[in-house]
């Protein structure tokens, strides 16, 4: 088993992994990282209409063996901005 750290960064904001997650292998971890972003991406936008997480993926390194980033962008039609249809 190895001891993998999953960093999280949220729209700029760190959020580091302090205990690790003991897995078999990197395809594991790569699966993990994989699966734990999926569950932060059924989350609704906080605030505005963009979001960038990511997980950056390391050994207890400040070198990640790899990251997993996921953007979200909601790009609305029409210039009133209110949400608003058909007023």
Known sequence: MV???FDLTDN???YPDTEGTDLPNLVSAEDEAARA???IAK???PDGTFREVALHVHEGTSK???VVKVTFELVRNGSD???AVGT
């Open 3 to 5: 001891l993998y750290y």
């Open 12 to 14: 700029g904001t760190a």
């Open 37 to 39: 972003l999926l569950e």
């Open 43 to 45: 989350d609704k936008m």
């Open 64 to 66: 990640p063996l790899f």
């Open 81 to 83: 901005g209110d949400g």
